[in-house]
C-alpha cells in the first residue's frame, strides 16, 4: 500500500520479486528451507491495485524459479479467472497453477472454465460450510467427477492448529465439521454414495498432488 510505484516510498517492484524469489530459491528468513509454492490472494474486492502488482510479481518469479502457484480465489465472484488471465500475459503454465477455494460455488461454468484455462481445482476447505452447504459441495464435487474432471481436482481442509481470529472451541462450535478428519469420515464417504469410483478418489488424493508438486 505504501511502497512501490508512485507510492509514499517510491520504487519498482523488483524489490517484491526478489522476497519471493528468495524464499523459493534460498530459503525463508536465514532457515534455509525453501518455499515449495507460491500464493496469490484475490477476495471480494478483486484485481485491486495493490493486489495485481503482487500476482504480476508472483507470475514472473513463478517463469523464472518454476515453482508452482496456489492461489486463494473468491470463487462466488469467479476471482480465479482474473488470476488465470494475469498469470497467462506473463507467461506462468496455467496447468502448474491450483486455484484455491472452489469448493465455495457450485457454479460448475466457472469451474469448468477455470479446469479448460488448464489449471487445477483446489476443493480445499472440506468441512466449512459458510458459503455452500456441504451437501450442495459433494453434488458439484462428483458431478465434476461425472464429466470426467477428477484429473484436474486436488482435496484439501485449508484449516490451521491455530488461528488469531477465534479460538478453537469458538470455530469447533461454529463449523463442527470443519476437521482435518472430515476429508475421510465425510467427504469420500459422500463421493462413493454418490457413484464416484475409487480411481477417481485415488487421483484427487494422491496423483494429481504428485503431478503437480513434481511438476
Known amino acids: 500500500q505504501y511502497r512501490g510505484p508512485g507510492k509514499f516510498l517510491d520504487g519498482d517492484d523488483r524489490l517484491l520479486e526478489a522476497l519471493f524469489e528468495r524464499d523459493v530459491m534460498t530459503g525463508m528468513g536465514d532457515t534455509g528451507i525453501r518455499a515449495a509454492v ?8 478483486g484485481m485491486t ?3 495485481e502488482r503482487l500476482a504480476r510479481a508472483i507470475a514472473n518469479v513463478a517463469v523464472r524459479t518454476g515453482a508452482p502457484i496456489c492461489t486463494h480465489a473468491h470463487a462466488g465472484s469467479r476471482r480465479g479467472l482474473d488470476q488465470q488471465r494475469i498469470f497467462a500475459e506473463h507467461g506462468v503454465d496455467l496447468g502448474r497453477v491450483l486455484i484455491g477455494h472452489c469448493s465455495e460455488t457450485t457454479d ?11 489449471s ?29 474432471y477428477a484429473s484436474r481436482v486436488m482435496l484439501s481442509h485449508d484449516k490451521g492448529s491455530f488461528m488469531d481470529w477465534w479460538t478453537n472451541a469458538e470455530i469447533d462450535k461454529a463449523q463442527p465439521r470443519w476437521q482435518s478428519t472430515y476429508l475421510h469420515l465425510g467427504v469420500l464417504p459422500g463421493l462413493r454414495e454418490r457413484g464416484v469410483p475409487e480411481a477417481d478418489i485415488e487421483q484427487m488424493l494422491l496423483r494429481n498432488p504428485r503431478d503437480f508438486f513434481g511438476g
Request: hydrophobic fraction near 40%.
Open 38 to 45: 507460491l500464493k496469490a490472494v484475490t477476495d471480494v474486492r
Open 49 to 51: 491495485e495493490d493486489i
Open 108 to 118: 460448475l461454468d466457472y469451474l469448468q472454465r477455470v479446469i479448460d484455462d488448464g
Open 120 to 148: 487445477y481445482l483446489g476443493w480445499d476447505r472440506c468441512g466449512m460450510d459458510l458459503e455452500v452447504p456441504l451437501e450442495a459441495q459433494l453434488d458439484t464435487l462428483a458431478e465434476l467427477c461425472y464429466r470426467g
